[in-house]
């Protein structure tokens, strides 16, 4: 299983960013996805998780509204909009396949 994270970056509060994770190694379609996050001395948190065909989804109180996550399953890639960022959303976002395999991470941070 490889999952590799893309997209993070600095950007001003308000803005946008949208996450990618490329998934290889399992067949992708037959799992759910999950974004989570880690601020600075906090502990690894759930962002977001999509069922496996897409259809259903689930957010954190923190960011429902302002985050999408979605999934192409013929790319086997799932992907997480961030719009409205605040400064409070800085942190580095993993993609995970059920909290058992990890990609490396990729750092947002929303600062002016």
């Known amino acids: 299983v490889q999952l590799v994270e893309s997209g993070g970056g600095l950007v001003q509060p308000g803005g946008s960013l949208r996450l990618s994770c490329a998934a290889s190694?399992?067949?992708?379609?037959?799992?759910?996805m999950n974004w989570y996050r880690q601020r600075p001395g906090k502990p690894r948190e759930l962002v977001a998780s999509?069922?496996?065909?897409?259809?259903?989804?689930t957010y954190a109180d923190s960011v429902k509204g302002r985050f999408t996550i979605s999934r192409d399953n013929t790319e086997n890639t799932v992907y997480l909009q961030m719009n409205s960022l605040k400064p409070e959303d800085t942190a580095k976002y993993y993609c995970?396949?059920?909290?058992?395999?990890w990609g490396q991470g990729t750092q947002v941070t929303v600062s002016s």
């Open positions: 190694g399992f067949t992708f379609s037959d799992y759910a």
């Open positions: 995970s396949r059920g909290g058992s395999y």
């Open positions: 999509i069922s496996n065909t897409g259809a259903g989804t």
